[in-house]
C-alpha cells in the first residue's frame, strides 16, 4: 500500500517539467487528454480484474500514469490573468 502511494504522488515530482510544457499549450487539450487516459486506464483495470488474475504490477503503473494529466494541469506557471 505505501509504495501504491508512493507511486501515486511521484508525477507531483514531474510537475515543474509538466508546467512548463502545459503553459505553452492552451489549457483545454492536455485536460481533456488526461481525462480520456485516465477514463481508459481505470477502464482497462477493471476489466483486466475481471477476467481473474490481476498483477500488482498493473496496479502500480495505473497508480503512477493516472496521476500525470492531473499534476500536469493542475498548477501553471503562468495564472491566467497574466497572459
Known amino acids: ?3 501504491n502511494l508512493a507511486l501515486a504522488m511521484l ?10 510544457w502545459v503553459d ?3 489549457l483545454k487539450i492536455p ?3 488526461g481525462n480520456v487516459l485516465r477514463v481508459l486506464l481505470q477502464l482497462g483495470v477493471g476489466f483486466w480484474a475481471l477476467r481473474g488474475h490481476l498483477p500488482t504490477e498493473i496496479i502500480y503503473a495505473a ?3 493516472i496521476r500525470i494529466p492531473i499534476e500536469s494541469g493542475r ?3 503562468i ?3 497574466c497572459e
Do not use: N
Request: aromatic share 14%; glycine share 10%; net charge positive.
Open 1 to 3: 500500500m505505501g509504495l
Open 11 to 20: 508525477p507531483a515530482l514531474l510537475q515543474p517539467f509538466l508546467g512548463a
Open 24 to 26: 505553452r499549450i492552451p
Open 31 to 33: 485536460l481533456v487528454a
Open 63 to 65: 497508480s503512477f500514469l
Open 75 to 77: 498548477f501553471r506557471f
Open 79 to 81: 495564472p491566467s490573468g
